[in-house]
């Protein structure tokens, strides 16, 4: 069983960058691709990015496209979400979720293509 962990999370302001990472314990996520979600209050979860189990290829949604970055390190069962030039609506609970399956899928964007998923982190952009 994989617990994830999302921490890196808090208050920045527009224009401004933040990382977050998703730790993971009691099984190694080395094998798993790994997503990143998001769910403003009000609206429904989105997705973010995500990473194959190599971290050779990475994915992202259209709105973070350039700004945002997926990154790990297998060593330390850790994913990273780089957060760049960050605006107002990017305000939202981060997830990381983990798949049983090491490459992207063509569900890689839907919530339903993971697994396990972490408790989440807030982010909030003030503008």
């Known amino acids: 069983q994989v617990q994830l962990v999302e921490s890196g999370g808090g208050l920045v302001q527009a224009g401004g960058s933040l990382k977050l990472s998703c730790t993971a314990s009691g099984s190694s996520i080395s094998d798993n691709a790994m997503g990143w979600f998001r769910q403003a209050p009000g609206k429904e979860r989105e997705f973010v990015g995500a990473?194959?189990?190599?971290?050779?290829?990475?994915l992202y949604s259209e709105s973070v496209k350039g700004r945002f970055a997926v990154s790990r390190d297998n060593a330390k069962m850790s994913v990273y979400l780089q957060m760049m030039n960050l605006k107002s609506e990017d305000t939202a609970v981060y997830y990381c979720?983990?798949?049983?399956?090491?490459?992207?899928?063509?569900?890689?964007?839907?919530?339903?293509?993971?697994?396990?998923w972490g408790q989440g982190t807030q982010v909030t952009v003030s503008s």
């Open positions: 990473i194959n189990w190599s971290g050779s290829s990475a």
């Open positions: 979720a983990a798949s049983r399956k090491s490459y992207l899928q063509s569900d890689y964007h839907s919530g339903i293509g993971y697994d396990w």
